[in-house]
């Protein structure tokens, strides 16, 4: 319940070009996404993190785009929305 509020929150936040807010959100969304085994199931988990790897990028962030980008596993880089931003 609490994963699902936070995903829209960072869909709202992208369309308002709410950008602290946006980051606030993915800091929750990471630790719910990363530390809580039942988030596997979240459709939204890749869609909404290459976002924010894309997000980090476009505003030349190389470092928390680096550090971001290790917490993807392997086996997900494939995944459309990473390799996007890859």
């Known amino acids: 319940m ?15 070009n709410d950008m602290p807010g946006l980051e606030r959100a ?8 990363f530390n809580n085994q039942s988030s596997q ?3 939204q988990k890749w869609p909404i ?3 924010w790897l894309t997000y980090l990028l476009s505003f030349n962030r190389m470092a928390d785009y680096n550090t ?8 997900e880089r494939s995944n459309a929305y990473i390799d996007f931003a890859v």
């Open 2 to 16: 609490i994963r699902e509020a936070y995903e829209t929150t960072v869909f709202a936040c992208i369309r308002l």
């Open 26 to 33: 993915m800091h929750v969304l990471k630790s719910l996404y």
């Open 41 to 43: 199931n979240s459709n």
């Open 49 to 51: 993190f290459g976002l």
């Open 68 to 75: 971001e980008l290790e917490l993807v596993p392997y086996e």
